[in-house]
């Protein structure tokens, strides 16, 4: 099976740089983690920081470097974009891990040409979005990768079928890059074999009898024999919808109540077919034809529109009082794409059943009568509203907190 990996190195870094120009003649150093103890996401290479780094580790040996915190939910928006468009070319990928696919591409030779028009539309999927990607092709899961790491930008690196070319190839690699637990490397290390090369020399039963299964496993890969299939994914399902205003508006009410009206019935979608949503895209359309986009990326698969709505309008407050604010007319139209549809998250069943419910709610009127009763008595006065009183939402988004809840009357069914 021919396997074309396609690798976009430093993905963090140059999504940075895509949004920050300015960062491409600097040392940049991306950090993520608890903010006691912050570690290295990415760095730029001249930096030669390895991912994981402490951060202060990482400020002293270079003090003049621009520190960034990290935006993964961006940096998982921008990958799902591009797995989105490898798919497009082949629908078997497999998605490694953020910055890393495997696409197999054996059969696609009569539909687009070549070997290497594919690899060129491969290439085309990660240059539209402003990445540079690395490619390598070879028979095999392992050999691709290897040829991923040791190609360049637009220069992809395609391996023969033969084994033994395989074997030559990945020869001077180090035995580092194996897919393999750390102690097996190190055993490796500690008996001289520091290159796949060294490594190919021995017998497999000489590994196996050190090694184990990690033995003839590493003997095989360095062999050029990797049979690993590919764990493919499916093609995401999408819910799109549209909302057009009579007449544009401007106040944030009524772009509130659009936005949830949109929410209301794109959702409704989503728990008919009893699914949840993982990413969230919004677009704006106003009056003057330019628009706004906004993009979330849900750590929990949500089904919920009400969350949804929050989080939106968190997001539009905050960027409606800031400077640089990209509403700048009213707004015609909204429409909202939800993607990444997949198995509904777990709820916790309810505190009380049905009967239960009903006998909370007759000692809650019962309370409430002797509350106003006794309280009437005493202060002479009449009491129109119950006592007993909840926290409910009324605007969560808000950046007030005196606006985000309210005390309502508890009321029974």
């Known amino acids: ?23 491409r003649s600097k040392l940049v150093i991306i950090y993520h983690g608890e903010e006691a103890r912050p570690v290295v996401l990415d760095a730029s290479p001249d930096a030669h920081l390895r991912r994981g780094t402490s951060l202060i580790r990482a400020m002293s040996q270079h003090p003049e470097a621009a520190v960034i915190r990290a935006d993964e939910a961006v940096y998982d928006a921008r990958w799902h974009d591009v797995v989105e468009n490898l798919l497009n070319v082949s629908d078997r990928v497999e998605d490694a891990a953020r910055g890393c696919a495997f ?39 392992f050999p691709a990768y290897c040829a991923a790491i040791r190609a360049q930008p637009y220069k992809p690196i395609s391996l023969p079928s033969s084994r ?12 580092d890059i194996l897919p393999l637990d750390t102690r097996a490397i190190e055993l490796m290390h500690d008996f001289a074999l520091d290159t796949m090369g060294d490594l190919a020399a021995q017998s497999v039963s000489a590994l196996q009898a050190q090694l184990g299964p990690d033995g003839r496993r590493a003997w095989e890969l360095v062999n050029g024999i990797d049979p690993t299939r590919l764990n493919t994914i499916e093609r995401l399902q999408t819910i799109i919808d549209t909302l057009q205003f009579p007449w544009p508006v401007a106040s944030m009410d009524a772009l509130s109540f659009g936005i949830r009206t949109l929410l209301d019935r794109a959702f409704t979608s989503v728990q008919r077919i009893d699914k949840a949503v993982g990413r969230m895209d919004l677009t704006c359309e106003m009056s003057d034809s330019e628009h706004w986009n906004y993009t979330h990326v849900f750590k929990e698969p949500t ?56 006998d909370l709610d007759t000692a809650l009127r019962q309370l409430s009568a002797q509350l ?27 950046r007030i907190p005196e606006r985000r809840q309210a005390l309502a009357e508890v009321t029974s069914r």
């Open 103 to 141: 696409v197999a591409i054996d059969g696609l030779s009569e539909l687009y040409g070549s070997q290497d028009q594919t690899v060129a539309l491969l290439s085309e999927t990660t240059t539209k979005h402003g990445f540079e990607s690395l490619i390598g092709v070879a028979p095999g899961r």
């Open 303 to 358: 089904d919920s529109a009400m969350l949804a709505h929050s989080v939106v309008m968190t997001y539009v407050e905050t960027v409606v009082q800031s400077d640089a604010s990209p509403i700048r007319s009213p707004i015609e139209a909204i429409s909202v794409q939800l993607a990444r549809l997949g198995p509904a998250r777990a709820e916790q069943s309810g505190l009380w059943n049905e009967h239960e419910k009903g």
């Open 1 to 23: 099976m021919s396997i074309a990996c396609v690798k976009i190195p430093h993905l963090p870094l140059q999504c940075a740089v895509a949004r920050a120009p300015e960062l």
């Open 164 to 175: 033994t070319a395989v074997r030559e190839f990945l020869a001077p690699m180090p035995v």
């Open 372 to 398: 106003n009763t006794k309280l009437n008595t005493k202060m002479s006065t009449n009491m129109t509203s119950s006592p007993i009183k909840t926290v409910v939402d009324v605007e969560p988004w808000s």
